[in-house]
Antibody, heavy 124, light 110 residues
Framework: QVTLRESGPALVKPTQTLTLTCTFS??????????VGWIRQPPGKALEWLAR???????FYNTSLKPRLTIAKDTSKNQVVLTMTNVDSVDTATYYC????????????????WGQGTMVTVSS | QSVLTQPPSVSAAPGQKVTISCSGS????????VSWYQHFPGAAPKLLIY???KRPSGIPDRFSGSKSGTSATLGITGLLTGDEADYYC???????????FGGGTKLTVL
Protein backbone atom coordinates (compact mmCIF):
# COMPACT_ATOMS: atom_id res chain seq x y z
CA GLN A 1 0.00 0.00 0.00
CA VAL A 2 1.36 3.37 -1.03
CA THR A 3 1.09 6.12 1.58
CA LEU A 4 2.56 9.57 2.08
CA ARG A 5 2.49 11.63 5.26
CA GLU A 6 3.41 15.27 5.69
CA SER A 7 4.91 16.59 8.90
CA GLY A 8 6.10 19.97 10.07
CA PRO A 9 5.26 22.88 12.34
CA ALA A 10 1.66 24.00 12.59
CA LEU A 11 2.69 27.59 13.36
CA VAL A 12 5.57 29.59 11.93
CA LYS A 13 6.47 33.23 12.48
CA PRO A 14 6.85 35.65 9.57
CA THR A 15 10.37 35.76 8.07
CA GLN A 16 11.20 32.31 9.47
CA THR A 17 12.07 29.25 7.42
CA LEU A 18 9.46 26.52 7.07
CA THR A 19 10.67 22.92 6.80
CA LEU A 20 8.21 20.23 5.77
CA THR A 21 8.94 16.51 5.56
CA CYS A 22 7.13 13.98 3.41
CA THR A 23 7.61 10.41 4.66
CA PHE A 24 6.39 7.78 2.27
CA SER A 25 6.03 4.01 2.13
CA UNK A 26 5.07 1.41 -0.43
CA UNK A 27 7.36 2.76 -3.12
CA UNK A 28 10.91 3.97 -3.60
CA UNK A 29 12.35 7.04 -5.29
CA UNK A 30 15.10 4.92 -6.83
CA UNK A 31 13.28 3.48 -9.87
CA UNK A 32 13.32 5.46 -13.07
CA UNK A 33 10.24 7.66 -13.38
CA UNK A 34 9.34 8.01 -9.70
CA UNK A 35 8.82 11.54 -8.41
CA VAL A 36 7.42 13.33 -5.36
CA GLY A 37 5.88 16.77 -5.45
CA TRP A 38 4.58 19.37 -3.03
CA ILE A 39 1.30 21.19 -3.53
CA ARG A 40 -0.45 23.66 -1.24
CA GLN A 41 -3.92 25.11 -0.82
CA PRO A 42 -4.41 28.41 0.99
CA PRO A 43 -7.76 28.67 2.80
CA GLY A 44 -10.55 29.20 0.28
CA LYS A 45 -8.18 29.16 -2.68
CA ALA A 46 -7.06 26.78 -5.40
CA LEU A 47 -4.36 24.14 -5.40
CA GLU A 48 -0.93 25.57 -6.13
CA TRP A 49 1.98 23.38 -7.21
CA LEU A 50 5.24 24.15 -5.42
CA ALA A 51 7.99 21.74 -6.42
CA ARG A 52 8.87 18.26 -7.64
CA UNK A 53 11.92 16.06 -7.23
CA UNK A 54 12.60 13.15 -9.53
CA UNK A 55 14.32 9.76 -9.13
CA UNK A 56 17.43 11.15 -10.85
CA UNK A 57 17.54 14.15 -8.47
CA UNK A 58 16.19 16.56 -11.07
CA UNK A 59 14.32 19.36 -9.29
CA PHE A 60 11.56 21.62 -10.58
CA TYR A 61 10.09 24.66 -8.86
CA ASN A 62 7.11 27.00 -9.08
CA THR A 63 8.51 29.90 -11.06
CA SER A 64 7.40 32.68 -8.71
CA LEU A 65 8.41 30.84 -5.51
CA LYS A 66 11.68 29.37 -6.79
CA PRO A 67 13.95 31.83 -4.94
CA ARG A 68 12.46 30.69 -1.62
CA LEU A 69 12.11 26.94 -2.15
CA THR A 70 14.46 24.00 -1.84
CA ILE A 71 13.43 20.38 -2.32
CA ALA A 72 15.64 17.42 -1.44
CA LYS A 73 15.30 13.68 -1.04
CA ASP A 74 16.73 11.09 1.29
CA THR A 75 16.18 7.86 -0.59
CA SER A 76 17.43 5.68 2.26
CA LYS A 77 14.85 7.18 4.64
CA ASN A 78 12.04 7.41 2.06
CA GLN A 79 11.68 11.11 2.72
CA VAL A 80 11.39 14.30 0.71
CA VAL A 81 11.97 17.63 2.44
CA LEU A 82 10.73 21.02 1.29
CA THR A 83 12.10 24.21 2.79
CA MET A 84 10.57 27.62 2.26
CA THR A 85 12.47 30.68 3.43
CA ASN A 86 11.15 34.06 4.57
CA VAL A 87 7.55 32.95 5.07
CA ASP A 88 4.68 35.41 5.16
CA SER A 89 0.99 35.26 6.04
CA VAL A 90 0.19 34.47 2.40
CA ASP A 91 2.01 31.17 2.89
CA THR A 92 -0.66 30.02 5.33
CA ALA A 93 -2.05 26.90 3.70
CA THR A 94 -2.53 23.17 3.82
CA TYR A 95 0.58 21.57 2.34
CA TYR A 96 0.35 18.24 0.53
CA CYS A 97 2.98 15.90 -0.80
CA UNK A 98 2.07 13.52 -3.58
CA UNK A 99 3.62 10.84 -5.77
CA UNK A 100 4.00 11.14 -9.54
CA UNK A 101 4.92 7.89 -11.26
CA UNK A 102 6.22 9.16 -14.58
CA UNK A 103 7.20 5.63 -15.54
CA UNK A 104 3.56 4.56 -15.60
CA UNK A 105 1.91 7.70 -16.89
CA UNK A 106 2.33 10.13 -19.74
CA UNK A 107 3.90 13.52 -19.80
CA UNK A 108 1.35 15.36 -17.68
CA UNK A 109 2.94 14.54 -14.29
CA UNK A 110 -0.24 13.21 -12.67
CA UNK A 111 -0.11 12.87 -8.89
CA UNK A 112 -1.71 9.51 -8.20
CA UNK A 113 -1.34 9.22 -4.42
CA TRP A 114 -1.57 12.16 -2.01
CA GLY A 115 -0.91 12.62 1.66
CA GLN A 116 -3.62 13.95 3.96
CA GLY A 117 -1.94 17.32 4.17
CA THR A 118 -0.60 19.43 7.01
CA MET A 119 -1.96 22.84 7.88
CA VAL A 120 0.63 25.57 8.38
CA THR A 121 -0.25 28.97 9.77
CA VAL A 122 2.14 31.89 9.44
CA SER A 123 1.52 34.37 12.22
CA SER A 124 3.43 36.34 14.81
CA GLN B 1 -4.22 33.73 -11.61
CA SER B 2 -3.99 30.08 -12.68
CA VAL B 3 -2.30 29.06 -15.94
CA LEU B 4 -5.21 26.75 -16.76
CA THR B 5 -8.71 28.26 -16.88
CA GLN B 6 -11.72 26.52 -15.39
CA PRO B 7 -15.22 27.82 -14.68
CA PRO B 8 -15.55 28.71 -10.98
CA SER B 9 -18.71 26.68 -10.57
CA VAL B 10 -21.10 24.33 -12.31
CA SER B 11 -24.34 22.78 -11.14
CA ALA B 12 -26.79 20.13 -12.20
CA ALA B 13 -29.52 17.96 -10.74
CA PRO B 14 -28.99 14.45 -9.40
CA GLY B 15 -28.88 11.90 -12.20
CA GLN B 16 -27.95 14.49 -14.80
CA LYS B 17 -24.66 15.02 -16.64
CA VAL B 18 -22.21 17.87 -16.21
CA THR B 19 -19.04 18.88 -18.00
CA ILE B 20 -16.16 20.96 -16.66
CA SER B 21 -13.82 22.66 -19.09
CA CYS B 22 -10.11 23.39 -18.73
CA SER B 23 -8.41 25.75 -21.15
CA GLY B 24 -4.68 26.17 -21.58
CA SER B 25 -2.09 26.70 -24.29
CA UNK B 26 0.21 24.84 -26.64
CA UNK B 27 2.97 24.65 -24.02
CA UNK B 28 0.79 22.81 -21.51
CA UNK B 29 -2.45 21.11 -22.55
CA UNK B 30 -1.57 21.28 -26.23
CA UNK B 31 1.51 19.09 -25.84
CA UNK B 32 1.04 17.16 -22.60
CA UNK B 33 -1.45 14.81 -21.01
CA VAL B 34 -4.14 16.22 -18.73
CA SER B 35 -5.16 14.95 -15.31
CA TRP B 36 -8.26 15.66 -13.26
CA TYR B 37 -8.59 15.63 -9.48
CA GLN B 38 -11.56 15.52 -7.12
CA HIS B 39 -11.11 17.37 -3.84
CA PHE B 40 -13.42 17.29 -0.85
CA PRO B 41 -12.75 19.92 1.85
CA GLY B 42 -10.45 18.57 4.50
CA ALA B 43 -9.48 15.50 2.48
CA ALA B 44 -6.63 14.62 0.17
CA PRO B 45 -7.23 15.31 -3.53
CA LYS B 46 -7.94 12.17 -5.55
CA LEU B 47 -6.75 11.44 -9.08
CA LEU B 48 -9.84 10.89 -11.25
CA ILE B 49 -8.43 10.98 -14.78
CA TYR B 50 -4.88 10.76 -16.16
CA UNK B 51 -3.42 10.78 -19.65
CA UNK B 52 -6.45 12.80 -20.84
CA UNK B 53 -9.07 10.05 -20.50
CA LYS B 54 -7.76 7.08 -18.49
CA ARG B 55 -9.27 6.20 -15.12
CA PRO B 56 -7.24 4.81 -12.22
CA SER B 57 -8.46 1.58 -10.72
CA GLY B 58 -11.56 2.15 -8.61
CA ILE B 59 -12.80 5.27 -10.38
CA PRO B 60 -16.29 4.62 -11.77
CA ASP B 61 -16.94 5.03 -15.48
CA ARG B 62 -19.37 7.86 -14.67
CA PHE B 63 -16.22 9.99 -14.84
CA SER B 64 -14.69 10.60 -18.27
CA GLY B 65 -12.06 12.86 -19.75
CA SER B 66 -11.29 14.20 -23.19
CA LYS B 67 -8.89 16.64 -24.81
CA SER B 68 -8.97 18.64 -28.00
CA GLY B 69 -6.18 21.01 -28.93
CA THR B 70 -5.47 23.24 -25.96
CA SER B 71 -8.63 22.39 -24.00
CA ALA B 72 -9.72 19.45 -21.91
CA THR B 73 -13.07 18.41 -20.50
CA LEU B 74 -14.16 16.34 -17.51
CA GLY B 75 -17.56 14.72 -17.79
CA ILE B 76 -19.61 13.29 -14.96
CA THR B 77 -22.80 11.36 -15.65
CA GLY B 78 -25.47 10.06 -13.28
CA LEU B 79 -24.67 12.80 -10.77
CA LEU B 80 -24.83 11.92 -7.10
CA THR B 81 -25.01 14.33 -4.18
CA GLY B 82 -21.76 12.73 -3.08
CA ASP B 83 -20.08 14.14 -6.20
CA GLU B 84 -20.28 17.64 -4.74
CA ALA B 85 -16.64 18.67 -4.54
CA ASP B 86 -14.00 20.85 -6.14
CA TYR B 87 -12.50 19.58 -9.37
CA TYR B 88 -9.08 20.57 -10.71
CA CYS B 89 -7.32 19.97 -14.00
CA UNK B 90 -3.56 19.74 -14.13
CA UNK B 91 -0.73 19.08 -16.53
CA UNK B 92 2.92 19.83 -17.27
CA UNK B 93 4.01 23.03 -18.95
CA UNK B 94 6.90 22.22 -21.29
CA UNK B 95 7.95 25.84 -21.77
CA UNK B 96 8.11 26.71 -18.06
CA UNK B 97 9.08 23.19 -16.87
CA UNK B 98 6.47 23.34 -14.12
CA UNK B 99 3.27 21.57 -13.11
CA UNK B 100 0.21 23.75 -13.65
CA PHE B 101 -3.26 23.46 -12.17
CA GLY B 102 -6.54 25.08 -13.02
CA GLY B 103 -8.27 27.40 -10.59
CA GLY B 104 -10.75 24.70 -9.62
CA THR B 105 -14.46 24.24 -10.28
CA LYS B 106 -17.00 23.80 -7.51
CA LEU B 107 -19.64 21.26 -8.47
CA THR B 108 -23.05 21.63 -6.87
CA VAL B 109 -25.57 18.84 -7.25
CA LEU B 110 -28.90 20.54 -6.73
Amino acid sequence: QVTLRESGPALVKPTQTLTLTCTFSGFSLRPSGMCVGWIRQPPGKALEWLARIDWDDDKFYNTSLKPRLTIAKDTSKNQVVLTMTNVDSVDTATYYCARADMGSYGSGSPFDIWGQGTMVTVSS
Amino acid sequence: QSVLTQPPSVSAAPGQKVTISCSGSSSNIGNNFVSWYQHFPGAAPKLLIYDNYKRPSGIPDRFSGSKSGTSATLGITGLLTGDEADYYCGTWDSRLNVVVFGGGTKLTVL
